[in-house]
């Protein structure tokens, strides 16, 4: 009779005393876990009556960050989601890249962009907009900037040797290539508004909401072409070169 399967199962594996995590099943959890966690934050501010929401008024998500437990439970979040999530897609990416024939430069230029958006993010959410303002605003573009220049960079490459990859993958390479889409859409909106100096309360809100959820939506599409663990592997050591008198 087969053992019952694990609830834990989908998220590691253990064999021969080696641990390894699913890091597809990590990037779901961390970045289902900040959807759910603004979600409810900015429901539960509206209903209090903290902020004003009406077809008039919304708040930024900076503004409710920064509100005390709110700001201790977000760094919390984006720390985890940035360290294990984030940085495990840009290491397994990067291997990925490497099997397909991707040069090191090429990756080396695509991966520091996305180690940029991992200090970024939770540099973001420990500098609050109103002691930190001028840091809270270079972290968040860093974060913005250093995302979307490594997705560009990652997809494209993706897409230029998109017949290397099964059927399955290839699907979700387009998906990925749609966010994409969908980020540059938004990003040319907002320098439009900028631009001509539109002003209306509730644009300013919408793009950063917008812009964040199209962000960590990219690592969970992301992520269904990442089929890598993390885990804990053997490194053989160099042999020391005695010096011979």
């Not at 201790?72 to 294990?84: K, Y």
């Not at 230029?109 to 940029?116: D, E, S, W």
């Not at 809100?205 to 993390?230: M, R």
């Amino acid at each position: 009779m087969d053992p019952t399967p694990s609830i834990f199962a989908p998220f590691f594996v253990c064999k021969e005393g080696v641990i390894s995590l699913n890091l597809r099943s990590i990037n779901i959890v961390t970045s289902a876990s900040i959807f759910v966690y603004i979600f409810a934050a900015v429901y539960q501010t509206c209903t209090d009556g903290t902020f004003v929401c009406d077809e008039t008024h919304f708040p930024w998500i900076s503004d409710f960050i920064k509100l005390p437990l709110y700001d201790r439970v977000f760094c919390i979040l984006t720390m985890v989601h940035s360290f294990t999530s984030m940085l495990g897609v840009i290491r397994s990416f990067w291997k990925i890249q490497h099997d397909i024939g991707t040069s090191d430069l090429y990756n080396g230029i695509a991966a520091l962009f996305g180690c940029i958006s991992v200090v970024a993010l939770p540099g973001d959410a420990l500098c609050d907009g109103d002691n930190f303002g001028r840091w809270h605003h270079y972290m968040a573009l860093s974060f913005f900037v250093g995302t979307l220049i490594y997705a560009l960079m990652l997809t494209t490459n993706l897409v230029c040797n998109y017949s290397k990859f099964n059927t399955e993958d290839q699907s979700v390479i387009q998906k990925m290539c749609m966010v994409i889409g969908l980020i540059l859409c938004l990003g040319a909106f907002d320098m439009y508004l900028k631009i001509y100096h539109i002003k209306w309360n509730l644009l300013g809100p919408f793009v950063e909401w917008v812009g964040t959820v199209l962000v960590i939506a990219f690592y969970i599409v992301a992520s269904f072409v990442n089929h890598k663990f993390d885990s804990v592997a053997l490194v053989e050591a160099k042999p020391i070169k005695k010096i011979t008198p």
